[in-house]
T-cell receptor, first 109, second 115 residues
Protein backbone atom coordinates (compact mmCIF):
# COMPACT_ATOMS: atom_id res chain seq x y z
CA UNK A 1 0.00 0.00 0.00
CA UNK A 2 0.93 3.66 -0.08
CA UNK A 3 1.32 5.81 2.99
CA UNK A 4 3.17 8.83 4.22
CA UNK A 5 4.05 9.42 7.83
CA UNK A 6 4.76 12.72 9.46
CA UNK A 7 4.60 13.96 13.05
CA UNK A 8 1.19 15.20 14.13
CA UNK A 9 2.52 18.29 15.87
CA UNK A 10 5.73 20.27 16.18
CA UNK A 11 6.36 23.24 18.45
CA UNK A 12 9.05 25.85 17.88
CA UNK A 13 9.98 29.35 18.94
CA UNK A 14 9.68 32.44 16.78
CA UNK A 15 12.93 33.11 14.94
CA UNK A 16 14.11 29.52 15.26
CA UNK A 17 14.51 26.75 12.69
CA UNK A 18 12.21 23.74 12.53
CA UNK A 19 12.30 20.54 10.51
CA UNK A 20 9.22 18.52 9.61
CA UNK A 21 9.96 14.96 8.54
CA UNK A 22 8.06 12.74 6.17
CA UNK A 23 8.62 9.09 5.36
CA UNK A 24 6.91 7.27 2.57
CA UNK A 25 6.42 3.70 1.48
CA UNK A 26 5.43 3.42 -2.13
CA UNK A 27 6.38 1.84 -5.36
CA UNK A 28 6.70 3.90 -8.47
CA UNK A 29 7.76 6.97 -6.53
CA UNK A 30 7.93 10.18 -8.55
CA UNK A 31 8.67 12.83 -5.97
CA UNK A 32 7.56 14.52 -2.77
CA UNK A 33 5.53 17.72 -2.52
CA UNK A 34 4.94 19.97 0.45
CA UNK A 35 1.86 22.07 1.10
CA UNK A 36 0.97 24.59 3.78
CA UNK A 37 -2.54 25.05 5.08
CA UNK A 38 -3.73 27.65 7.55
CA UNK A 39 -6.83 26.89 9.61
CA UNK A 40 -9.89 27.28 7.41
CA UNK A 41 -7.77 28.05 4.37
CA UNK A 42 -6.78 26.23 1.24
CA UNK A 43 -3.58 24.21 0.85
CA UNK A 44 -0.79 26.19 -0.77
CA UNK A 45 2.02 24.54 -2.68
CA UNK A 46 5.44 25.12 -1.09
CA UNK A 47 8.01 22.85 -2.67
CA UNK A 48 8.65 19.70 -4.68
CA UNK A 49 11.59 17.29 -4.81
CA UNK A 50 11.94 14.71 -7.55
CA UNK A 51 15.65 14.13 -7.07
CA UNK A 52 17.79 13.67 -4.00
CA UNK A 53 19.02 16.83 -2.40
CA UNK A 54 17.89 20.17 -1.14
CA UNK A 55 15.54 22.63 -2.80
CA UNK A 56 15.58 26.11 -1.36
CA UNK A 57 12.85 28.72 -1.70
CA UNK A 58 13.42 31.68 0.55
CA UNK A 59 13.00 30.70 4.20
CA UNK A 60 11.67 27.28 3.22
CA UNK A 61 13.77 24.35 2.03
CA UNK A 62 12.83 20.79 1.23
CA UNK A 63 15.06 17.75 1.17
CA UNK A 64 14.66 14.30 -0.32
CA UNK A 65 16.56 11.04 0.07
CA UNK A 66 15.08 8.41 -2.22
CA UNK A 67 17.31 5.67 -0.84
CA UNK A 68 15.92 6.33 2.64
CA UNK A 69 12.34 6.99 1.47
CA UNK A 70 12.54 10.15 3.51
CA UNK A 71 12.15 13.85 3.10
CA UNK A 72 11.82 16.92 5.23
CA UNK A 73 10.67 20.50 5.11
CA UNK A 74 12.92 23.03 6.80
CA UNK A 75 11.56 26.38 7.89
CA UNK A 76 14.02 29.04 8.95
CA UNK A 77 13.57 32.34 10.78
CA UNK A 78 10.17 31.25 11.95
CA UNK A 79 7.44 33.85 12.00
CA UNK A 80 4.11 33.68 13.79
CA UNK A 81 2.39 33.58 10.40
CA UNK A 82 4.10 30.23 9.74
CA UNK A 83 1.76 28.64 12.27
CA UNK A 84 -0.17 26.23 10.08
CA UNK A 85 -0.46 22.60 9.10
CA UNK A 86 2.13 21.22 6.72
CA UNK A 87 1.44 18.24 4.49
CA UNK A 88 3.78 16.07 2.52
CA UNK A 89 2.22 14.47 -0.53
CA UNK A 90 3.26 12.22 -3.37
CA UNK A 91 1.89 11.37 -6.77
CA UNK A 92 0.45 7.96 -7.44
CA UNK A 93 -0.73 7.20 -10.91
CA UNK A 94 -0.76 10.17 -13.23
CA UNK A 95 -3.22 12.56 -11.68
CA UNK A 96 -3.58 11.70 -8.03
CA UNK A 97 -1.78 12.92 -4.94
CA UNK A 98 -1.92 11.07 -1.67
CA UNK A 99 -1.29 13.09 1.43
CA UNK A 100 0.26 12.60 4.82
CA UNK A 101 -1.93 13.31 7.82
CA UNK A 102 -0.32 16.70 8.28
CA UNK A 103 1.92 18.29 10.89
CA UNK A 104 0.53 21.12 12.94
CA UNK A 105 3.27 23.66 13.54
CA UNK A 106 2.83 25.69 16.71
CA UNK A 107 5.05 28.72 17.06
CA UNK A 108 5.57 30.37 20.40
CA UNK A 109 6.79 33.95 20.86
CA UNK B 1 -2.85 36.57 -10.93
CA UNK B 2 -6.03 34.63 -11.46
CA UNK B 3 -6.69 31.84 -9.01
CA UNK B 4 -8.99 28.87 -8.84
CA UNK B 5 -12.57 29.92 -8.26
CA UNK B 6 -15.07 27.80 -6.41
CA UNK B 7 -18.73 28.39 -5.91
CA UNK B 8 -20.60 28.51 -3.71
CA UNK B 9 -18.30 29.20 -0.78
CA UNK B 10 -20.82 27.96 1.72
CA UNK B 11 -23.70 25.58 1.26
CA UNK B 12 -26.25 24.22 3.69
CA UNK B 13 -28.36 21.24 2.70
CA UNK B 14 -30.70 18.78 4.31
CA UNK B 15 -30.12 15.04 4.36
CA UNK B 16 -31.06 13.30 1.14
CA UNK B 17 -30.87 16.53 -0.85
CA UNK B 18 -28.54 17.14 -3.76
CA UNK B 19 -25.75 19.66 -4.18
CA UNK B 20 -23.62 20.89 -7.05
CA UNK B 21 -20.24 22.44 -6.49
CA UNK B 22 -18.50 24.36 -9.23
CA UNK B 23 -14.83 24.91 -9.94
CA UNK B 24 -13.20 27.27 -12.41
CA UNK B 25 -9.50 26.45 -12.85
CA UNK B 26 -6.72 28.91 -13.46
CA UNK B 27 -6.67 29.93 -17.15
CA UNK B 28 -4.73 27.47 -19.30
CA UNK B 29 -4.85 24.81 -16.58
CA UNK B 30 -6.47 21.75 -18.06
CA UNK B 31 -6.33 19.39 -15.10
CA UNK B 32 -8.76 19.60 -12.22
CA UNK B 33 -8.77 17.71 -8.93
CA UNK B 34 -11.46 17.43 -6.28
CA UNK B 35 -10.76 16.85 -2.59
CA UNK B 36 -12.83 16.39 0.53
CA UNK B 37 -11.40 17.52 3.84
CA UNK B 38 -12.96 16.86 7.21
CA UNK B 39 -11.98 18.81 10.34
CA UNK B 40 -8.40 18.08 11.36
CA UNK B 41 -7.90 15.67 8.48
CA UNK B 42 -5.79 15.64 5.37
CA UNK B 43 -7.40 16.28 2.00
CA UNK B 44 -8.92 13.11 0.61
CA UNK B 45 -8.60 12.82 -3.13
CA UNK B 46 -11.94 12.25 -4.83
CA UNK B 47 -11.43 12.47 -8.57
CA UNK B 48 -9.43 14.23 -11.26
CA UNK B 49 -9.93 15.24 -14.88
CA UNK B 50 -7.43 15.89 -17.62
CA UNK B 51 -8.56 17.44 -20.86
CA UNK B 52 -12.20 16.84 -19.96
CA UNK B 53 -11.69 13.14 -19.37
CA UNK B 54 -11.71 11.45 -16.00
CA UNK B 55 -8.12 10.59 -15.21
CA UNK B 56 -7.94 9.19 -11.69
CA UNK B 57 -10.54 8.17 -9.16
CA UNK B 58 -10.06 8.12 -5.43
CA UNK B 59 -12.46 7.72 -2.55
CA UNK B 60 -15.43 9.27 -4.28
CA UNK B 61 -18.74 7.74 -3.16
CA UNK B 62 -21.06 6.34 -5.81
CA UNK B 63 -23.55 9.03 -4.83
CA UNK B 64 -21.16 11.63 -6.19
CA UNK B 65 -20.33 12.32 -9.80
CA UNK B 66 -18.24 14.91 -11.53
CA UNK B 67 -17.36 16.14 -14.96
CA UNK B 68 -15.18 18.66 -16.70
CA UNK B 69 -16.70 20.80 -19.40
CA UNK B 70 -15.38 22.16 -22.68
CA UNK B 71 -14.29 25.40 -20.98
CA UNK B 72 -12.40 23.27 -18.41
CA UNK B 73 -14.59 24.18 -15.50
CA UNK B 74 -15.70 21.25 -13.42
CA UNK B 75 -18.75 20.38 -11.36
CA UNK B 76 -19.08 17.94 -8.50
CA UNK B 77 -22.60 16.61 -8.14
CA UNK B 78 -23.57 15.11 -4.83
CA UNK B 79 -26.83 13.28 -4.30
CA UNK B 80 -28.59 11.66 -1.34
CA UNK B 81 -26.52 13.78 1.00
CA UNK B 82 -25.60 12.33 4.34
CA UNK B 83 -24.50 14.01 7.56
CA UNK B 84 -21.02 12.60 7.00
CA UNK B 85 -20.70 14.55 3.77
CA UNK B 86 -20.31 17.74 5.76
CA UNK B 87 -16.79 18.90 4.97
CA UNK B 88 -14.67 21.35 3.06
CA UNK B 89 -14.51 20.52 -0.62
CA UNK B 90 -11.51 21.80 -2.47
CA UNK B 91 -10.91 22.00 -6.15
CA UNK B 92 -7.36 22.32 -7.44
CA UNK B 93 -5.95 22.80 -10.90
CA UNK B 94 -2.61 22.31 -12.59
CA UNK B 95 -0.98 22.69 -15.96
CA UNK B 96 -1.07 19.93 -18.51
CA UNK B 97 0.51 16.59 -18.00
CA UNK B 98 1.02 14.22 -15.07
CA UNK B 99 4.29 15.91 -14.10
CA UNK B 100 2.26 18.90 -13.02
CA UNK B 101 0.20 16.84 -10.59
CA UNK B 102 2.78 17.53 -7.91
CA UNK B 103 2.14 21.27 -8.13
CA UNK B 104 -1.52 21.95 -7.61
CA UNK B 105 -3.20 25.27 -7.07
CA UNK B 106 -6.16 25.16 -4.75
CA UNK B 107 -9.35 27.12 -4.70
CA UNK B 108 -10.73 28.58 -1.47
CA UNK B 109 -13.04 25.63 -0.96
CA UNK B 110 -16.75 25.12 -0.49
CA UNK B 111 -17.91 24.44 3.03
CA UNK B 112 -20.81 22.02 2.85
CA UNK B 113 -22.98 21.52 5.88
CA UNK B 114 -25.58 18.77 5.82
CA UNK B 115 -28.29 19.05 8.45
Amino acid sequence: GQSLEQPSEVTAVEGAIVQINCTYQTSGFYGLSWYQQHDGGAPTFLSYNALDGLEETGRFSSFLSRSDSYGYLLLQELQMKDSASYFCAERVGNYQLIWGAGTKLIIKP
Amino acid sequence: AAGVIQSPRHLIKEKRETATLKCYPIPRHDTVYWYQQGPGQDPQFLISFYEKMQSDKGSIPDRFSAQQFSDYHSELNMSSLELGDSALYFCASSLEGPESTDTQYFGPGTRLTVL
